[in-house]
Structures are given as structure tokens and as C-alpha cells.
């Protein structure tokens, strides 16, 4: 047994844990440490493939944005202790049993039989050729989803602009009326 | 020569080479954290006329030994309503996350721990996440002040973040890789902040806005918050904790050296350099790397001496209106030219 298999299992092991105490964890903030840790589990199974760019953007934006503007969220909220509720058996096993059909005809299908090679080292410029190359590359996939993305971007501006510049005209009006 | 080769086969093992280089940065960086404890409190003492420590030790160089001494003998203090495992985990969550950036900052040339390709992306990912270890000592302790620090540090983090990465991508687009050891090697000739000047600047400020320094050093600033997210930790676990803030800076200073200082690399002194073999190269180029380091740890400490802290709102406005747009002109600044050039 070489190391590189033991890390993996390692490594998986710890990823399926953290998975599984996001939902379990009693306190929601232990939640969001969860998920971070988990982030951190499956980047490094992300360098284990020699995908390294991947790792970075992994960590980066998912354990170091995503993570922490979920923490800032929570901090927001009031610490309360979650009750412990009990989960019933058919709704458990109705839940497996449709997560097992899932999984199953997803194994069927042939792309899912495709095991990753490890990526070329320098994968860096790979993807940015693949992402940026004209004539084969998917620059217009790309281009567009940033637009999206930036329009979704402007939609949220927009909606938080709105109800602060109505709440400060409201109480402009109140203040404006007592005096 | 046998028990040699037999030596050098070991090193060349990864897990030993790792082990060694984890020992090597966390000797090295704790070293300077030590010294720069007594610098920073010295400096400062001088600035303001005072004597600073000067009691254990000749000129106080003791006085870091002294203060560890005492952090370890105190009284461990857990609140009873903090939420234990985590107010317990945060010391060490920072610690790690302020060490793990420099196993990818070349101190001298092939004196790195790991030259990962991808190596700016990686300090900047992993230095993100020591966020993580201030909001769980903010929220773990349970108490308002921590929490009010921990809210600081995110908005701050979040909010300088992103102008300290667009500010290093001027230099990517130069150098055409994210290698450190390239990025240094190609300012042989002429260091960055001269070809980055506006880069600079913003990397500068962000940087000291992630440090959580003085004038930005909101997270914990006393006079409003006690002493901010680490208000509630004594002994050891609050050692930790400083240790984390003061590595945290020798890092982001180290990587200020290698991006915009040229690393290693002096004008005259290093052709000199290249030109000798052996082990001597390596000590002398990494001891211009600290005597750099130094230079602009004394800066801090000096802006530090000098500059009143800005109030919390002026601090997210400097970081989202001024240097993000700047940053923004940087990049496109420097890819006009390196197109027009071509």
C-alpha cells in the first residue's frame, strides 16, 4: 500500500465526516466551521490530482469567501442552542431510497465510469487556454456567465438600494413631522 | 561518506523533507516574532521618549523570553458560557493558518519549502482563511466585544482582500507565472516597485489593512472594544493568539519583499554573489532578504508610532471606493503597455 492511498482514504475520511456533521452539528456556527473544513478536504483531494489551480480557487473562494460570509451572517443572529429533533424512519428510508436510485443510474451512465487523469503540472496555462483559446476554447460559455453573474450582481445592489433609500426617506418624513 | 549518503537519502524522503521544512518556518518565523516583540515595543518607547524594556537582559533583549515565562505559568481561563471547543480551537486554527504562507515564500534562491506553481494564489488562499480563527475566537468567547471584533475582522478581510489580490495581478501579468521563484527572478534587473508603483501602493495599504495594524487595527482596537476579539484570553492560549498576529505580519512583510523588493536580489552585491559557490550564497542572499524584511518592519512600526487608528466606516470605504478602482486601473495600465511594448 503506497502513501498516496493511504492520504486519499485519510483525507476522504475526514471530507465525509466534516459533510456529515454540516447537517448533524447541534449549533449552526459549528456547521459553518464544518463546511469549511470540508472545503479544505476537498481541495487537497483536488491537489492529490495534481489539479493545484483548482485547489487555490477551491480554497480561496470557497473555505475563504464563501465560508466566512456565511460566519459573518450567522454572527448576526441570535445564539441559541438548536433542539435536537427526531428524525423519523420513513422519511429516512423514503430519503435513502431515492439517494440510492439516484446513485445508482448515475453509475450506469458511461461518462461516470471516466476516472481523472492527473491534470498536466502547469494546469494553470491549461485552463486558461481552454477557457480563452477562440477557436477551441469556450470563451463564449465563459463571457456569458460572467454576465449573468454581473447582472445578478447589479439585481442585488439594486434590491438593497431600494429599501435603505425607503427607510431613510420614512424617517426623514417621521422626524420631519415631530419637529 | 557512507553515513552521508545514507543522510542525504532520508532528506530526499517527502515526509521528511516536509517535517524538516514545517520545524525550519516555525523556528524561523517564532525567532523573529520574538525579536520583533521586543523591536516593536522598544521602537515605539523611543518614538514616544520613553526607555521601553531594558531591565532583563542587555538593552531588555531578554524581555521576550521573560513575557513567554510568564504566559505560560499563568492561570488558563475559559469563560463558562463560551462554547468551549471552539474558543479552545481558535489559538491554534490561527497559528496554523498564519504559518502555512510561508512554506511558499522563497527566502534565498532554492531556499523555499515548496515551490508550488501556483505559489502566489496559494499565500493568497491560505492567508484568507485565518479570518476564520478571529471569527471563531470572536464568537467562541461569548462575549459582546469579542463578537464586535469578529464582525470587524470579517468586513475588513472581506473588504481588503480583494484589492491586495488585484494589486499582485499587475505583477502576473509581468512575469507570466505565479511561481514565487520566478516572480523574484525576473526583478534581477529592476525590482517591481519601480515597473508597479500604483500596485505597490494599494498592496501596501491592504496588506496593513490585513495585518490589523495600526491604523487599521479596528478588530481590536482598546479604546472601543477592551481588546477586541481576543478580550477574553489569558496565558497561553492568548501567547497564541499574538504569536499568530506577529507571524501574520513577518509573512505578508516577507511577501512584500519577495513581489515588489526584488527577494534577494541587491543592484551591484549580487553578481558578486552568483559568482561564488557553495553554501555562502545562500546565507548571504537570505540575509539580504531579512535585512529587507527589517527595513519595512521598522516602516510599520513606525506608521504605527505615528498615525491616530480611522474610525470603522472611513476603513470599508478606503478599501470598496478608493483601492479596488485603483487596483482595477493598475491591471489595465499594465496590460495596455505590455500589449502597446509588443
Not at chain 1, 32 to 56: Q, R
Not at chain 1, 68 to 81: D, G, H, P, Q, S
Request: aromatic residues 12%.
Amino acid at each position: 500500500m503506497n502513501f498516496e492511498l493511504i492520504f486519499f482514504f485519510i483525507i476522504s475520511l475526514i471530507t465525509i465526516f466534516c459533510a456529515v456533521s454540516v447537517i448533524k452539528a447541534r449549533e449552526i456556527f459549528h456547521s459553518a466551521l464544518y463546511l469549511a473544513m470540508m472545503f479544505l478536504g476537498i481541495a487537497s483531494l483536488f491537489i492529490m490530482l495534481n489539479a493545484e489551480f483548482l485547489a487555490a480557487i477551491q480554497v480561496l473562494v470557497y473555505a475563504g469567501a464563501v465560508t466566512i460570509l456565511i460566519l459573518f451572517a450567522i454572527m448576526f443572529t441570535k445564539k441559541e442552542r438548536a433542539r435536537a429533533e427526531k428524525e423519523s424512519l420513513p422519511k429516512l428510508t423514503l430519503v435513502s431510497i431515492f439517494l440510492f436510485n439516484f446513485i445508482f443510474f448515475i453509475s450506469q451512465a458511461s461518462w461516470w465510469n471516466y476516472v481523472p487523469d492527473k491534470i498536466m503540472v502547469g494546469s494553470v496555462r491549461l485552463i486558461g487556454s481552454l477557457l480563452f483559446d477562440f477557436q477551441e476554447g469556450y470563451v463564449l460559455p465563459f463571457e456569458i456567465i460572467s454576465v449573468v453573474i454581473l447582472a445578478a450582481m447589479i439585481g442585488a445592489v439594486f434590491v438593497a438600494i431600494k429599501k435603505g433609500v425607503k427607510k431613510e426617506i420614512k424617517r426623514d418624513a417621521t422626524e420631519g413631522t415631530k419637529r | 561518506m557512507d553515513i552521508i549518503e545514507i543522510i542525504m537519502g532520508i532528506l530526499k524522503n517527502p515526509l521528511v523533507k516536509s517535517a524538516i521544512g514545517a520545524i525550519g518556518i516555525i523556528t524561523f518565523l517564532s525567532l523573529n516574532v520574538l525579536f520583533l516583540t521586543w523591536l516593536e515595543r522598544k521602537l515605539i518607547a523611543r518614538v514616544q521618549i520613553r526607555y521601553g524594556p531594558n531591565r532583563a537582559g542587555k538593552f531588555g533583549l531578554l524581555q521576550p523570553i521573560a513575557d513567554g515565562a510568564k504566559l505560560i505559568t499563568k492561570e488558563d481561563i475559559i469563560p463558562k458560557k463560551a462554547d468551549k471547543p471552539v474558543f479552545i480551537l481558535a489559538p491554534a486554527v490561527g497559528f496554523l493558518f498564519a504559518v502555512l504562507p510561508a512554506v511558499s515564500i522563497p527566502l534565498a534562491g532554492g531556499l523555499i519549502v515548496s515551490d508550488l506553481n501556483i505559489g502566489v494564489l496559494y499565500i493568497v488562499a491560505v492567508a484568507s482563511l485565518s479570518t476564520i480563527a478571529i471569527i471563531m475566537a470572536g464568537w467562541g468567547s461569548n462575549n459582546k466585544y469579542t463578537l464586535l471584533g469578529g464582525m470587524r475582522a470579517v468586513g475588513q478581510s472581506l473588504s481588503y482582500e480583494i484589492p491586495l489580490v488585484l494589486s499582485i495581478i499587475g505583477i502576473i501579468i509581468f512575469v507570466g507565472s505565479l511561481s514565487m521563484t520566478e516572480i523574484v527572478d525576473a526583478q534581477k534587473n529592476i525590482w517591481f516597485v519601480f515597473l508597479q508603483p500604483i500596485g505597490f501602493l494599494v498592496f501596501f495599504v491592504a496588506a496593513i489593512a490585513e495585518m490589523g495594524r495600526i491604523p487599521f487595527d479596528l478588530p481590536e482596537s482598546e479604546s472601543e472594544l477592551v481588546a477586541g476579539f481576543h478580550t477574553e484570553y489569558s496565558g497561553m492560549r492568548f501567547a497564541l493568539l499574538l504569536f499568530a498576529e506577529y507571524i501574520h505580519m513577518v509573512v505578508a512583510v516577507a511577501l512584500m519583499v519577495a513581489l515588489f523588493f526584488g527577494g534577494w536580489y541587491l543592484p551591484v552585491i549580487s553578481t558578486f554573489i552568483s559568482s561564488m559557490s557553495g553554501i555562502v550564497p545562500v546565507i548571504l542572499e537570505a540575509g539580504i532578504f531579512i535585512v529587507k524584511m527589517y527595513i519595512i518592519i521598522v516602516i510599520l512600526m513606525w506608521i504605527r508610532a505615528t498615525l491616530p487608528r480611522i474610525k470603522i466606516t472611513q476603513m470599508i470605504g478606503i478599501g470598496w471606493k478608493v483601492l479596488i478602482p485603483i487596483a482595477l486601473l493598475n491591471i489595465l495600465i499594465t496590460s495596455f503597455v505590455l500589449v502597446v511594448l509588443k
